[in-house]
């Protein structure tokens, strides 16, 4: 037996969707598909690992010398080279860490200068040649040259957000973050958008919400985010945002469409949901009864989704799931690290 086989049989997990009524034997696909994870530090270094095998066994990267030992939030591939990770700070500003083979080494770019003691909470670099990177004290900056040079923009007064999520359609960029009060609460969320790529940026109307959790841009009208426990809608560029579903399990973390109708949000207590009329009806997803909290999706097409995200304390090891065919049956991934996991990227997947 090879030991991809044997791997996948250890990995096979068959559960449900509760609105399932028939059971479907899957095996895994014969051509895999690349990612990369990251998540928190663990034996010194972020952890930062890669599959080639459509997320069912991962190999970790990098090394205590290249990735120092901060937490990583978020990853982001180019291509099957070039692949962004950012972070916590260490020596006083964000960390950006970029590799050009494929994540076989890794190096740190940014200046103090420019990141500042702000982490680094959410990078995109899934269009066209230009990477997006942004974090605490309102930092927005962009390279179009692989991460050589830095762009700073300066977002007027709304510039000490947390921004945490970035989402890119076409020309259109949407950016979401959360404002601290004195005591450290979330008081104010911002959503801006911008329709030129970047050079201009305006305020949506953020309406009555909590914490900005998540943003998904189909087209430079249709929108996703989701906030607290809900995923809200905009058909008109953020002029109008309405609710289209509530988990009554928790805080949903991540929102993803693969088209207009193919919509999946994730969060809490390990449930999925997805929707495939436009988000006018949802069904639930639980890959597997542990309570994990699901952080990030990554979709390929209307029938491949992956999964990850973290553990509740004290374990806090990560999770990866794979599915081919819509949920109705799920694939374990094979951590060799004992962390949690923030952020996924899949070279052909959106995110």
């Known amino acids: 037996m090879s030991q991809r086989k044997y791997i996948s049989g250890l990995v096979f997990l068959m559960l449900f969707a509760f609105s399932c009524s028939h059971h479907d034997v ?9 990612g990369w994870i990251a998540g928190e530090s663990f034996d010194g270094y972020g952890t930062m690992l890669k599959s080639g095998d459509n997320g069912l066994s991962w190999f970790r990267q990098g090394s205590v010398s290249q990735i120092p030992g901060v937490d990583m939030n978020d990853i982001s591939a180019m291509d099957q080279n070039y692949i962004w990770a950012v972070g916590d700070t260490l020596m006083g500003y964000g960390m950006i860490m970029f590799s050009a083979d494929g994540g076989l080494t890794w190096e740190r770019q940014g200046t103090k ?19 997006w990177v942004c974090g605490e004290k309102g930092k927005l900056i962009y390279s179009d040259d692989k991460g050589n040079n830095w762009n700073p923009l300066i977002l007027d007064s709304l ?7 970035i989402s890119v359609s076409g020309n259109s960029i949407w950016l979401i973050g959360n404002i601290a009060d004195t005591l450290g609460n979330d008081s104010t969320t911002v959503i801006l958008h911008s329709t030129d790529g970047g050079q201009q940026f ?21 929108v996703f985010l989701t906030s607290g426990s809900t995923v809200y809608k905009s058909i008109d560029g953020g002029n109008q945002w309405y609710p289209v579903y509530t988990s009554i399990t928790g805080i949903i973390r991540d929102v993803c469409a693969s088209s207009e109708t193919n919509i999946w949000a994730a969060g809490e207590q ?6 495939t009329d436009g988000g006018a009806t949802w069904m639930t997803h639980w890959p ?39 949920g109705r049956t799920w694939f374990i991934g ?3 690290v004992d962390a949690g996991i923030r952020g996924m990227t899949f070279v052909q997947g959106v995110r």
């Open 202 to 222: 305006a305020a949506s109307h953020p309406g009555s919400f909590t914490r900005l959790n998540s943003i998904f841009a189909i087209s430079d009208t249709l």
């Open 26 to 34: 899957v095996v895994p696909d014969e051509d895999g598909f690349t």
């Open 113 to 131: 200068a420019m990141l500042d003691s702000a982490a680094m909470l959410a990078v995109y670099a899934k269009t066209g040649s230009r990477v």
């Open 270 to 275: 390990g449930r999925a949901f997805r929707s």
């Open 334 to 336: 094979n951590l060799p």
């Open 288 to 326: 597997q009864s542990g309570k994990y909290t699901l952080n990030e999706i990554s979709l390929l097409d209307t029938a491949r989704i992956w999964l990850c995200g973290s553990g509740n304390f004290p374990g806090r090891r990560g999770i990866v799931y794979y599915s081919n065919n819509a």
């Open 159 to 165: 510039s000490k957000a947390a921004f945490s999520g």
